[in-house]
């Protein structure tokens, strides 16, 4: 089977899968573009993409397609119109539950990093600014014992609670869109109740058009003015010109961000600003991660191959 790999992958999955497969790999590590999209469905049988990569409902529905099955590589599949690939006999797979944990740590990552000031207090040392402690340097906000508020309680947003409820003795209250039963967190009922009262904010809620700008203006103008901000879902979760607007305006505290609603684009107004920490989508940036992903790919193609039910369809 002819299998189309759009960016190189962890050494262990291109071995498993040149194994397996009769691989292509593109020569770039920039995203597909549509025009590569709709020529990839048209030339091969399954395409193994990754994020960015530009499988549109137009450059879908454009293709006389040969592709049966598009074996996404990682949890987040708004790159990939799935209705549109339906519609044209394509099967959509993705791989959930590998990037759990190490998304989760990302956001723990960020949560500290903001409450703390280490980003700024980085860029002091190594600027050649710090002149030694003092009693009132830098004071940020303790993590310990605050409510943490979680937009979306999926896998990665329940492990973002263990490790603040365990680690921290947090309090964890959530908004969800289907009423879930969660030991030792508080369903609330929407996203502006949960910014009310929380001091940090975590979106963690799946990208795509239901949920894109789900975070704008009137949850941060109901955030904390110490409260911050951390997304690790998707860029376009969040109205990243109301964000911008509310951290200007001192609405509220600060923000850790992993992604972009223009991605890899990062407005000036954000990399100015010194309570704000910026990752380059660090998410799942981890060999045994990303490895784990590939392979759980990997998976999904070999059971289309074998005619047997996809493990993991979207």
Known sequence: MKLLISRLLPPAV??????????TLRDTSDPMTQAEATQAIEEFDAILPTLGDQFTAQSILA?????????????????????AAHEQGIAVTNTPGAVTDATADVALT???????????????????KWTGWQPTQ????HLTGKTIGIIGMGR???????????????????ANRSVKDIDGATQL??????????????????????TRHLIG????????????????????????????????????????????????RVPKALTDMENVVLLPHLGTNTLEVRTSMGMMALDNLAAFVAGKDLPNPV
């Open 14 to 23: 291109m071995e498993r899968a040149r194994a397996e497969f009769d691989v």
């Open 63 to 83: 293709a006389k397609p040969r592709a049966k099955l598009l074996a996404n590589f990682g949890v987040g599949y708004n790159h990939i119109d799935v209705d």
């Open 110 to 128: 960020l949560m500290l990093m903001t409450a703390r000031r280490a980003g700024e207090g980085e860029r002091l040392v190594r600027a050649g």
């Open 138 to 141: 830098m004071l940020g906000l």
């Open 156 to 174: 990665i947003g329940q492990a973002i609670a263990d490790r603040c409820r365990h680690g921290f003795g947090c309090k964890i209250v959530y």
């Open 189 to 210: 009922g929407n996203v502006e109740e949960v910014a009310a009262v929380a001091d940090v904010v975590v979106a963690a809620t799946p990208g795509g058009a239901e």
């Open 217 to 264: 203006a009137d949850v941060f103008s109901a955030m904390q003015s110490h409260a911050i901000f951390v997304n690790i879902s998707r860029g376009d979760v969040v109205d990243e010109a109301a964000l911008i607007f509310a951290l200007q305006d001192g609405q509220i505290g600060g923000a850790g961000l992993d992604v972009y609603e223009q991605e890899p």
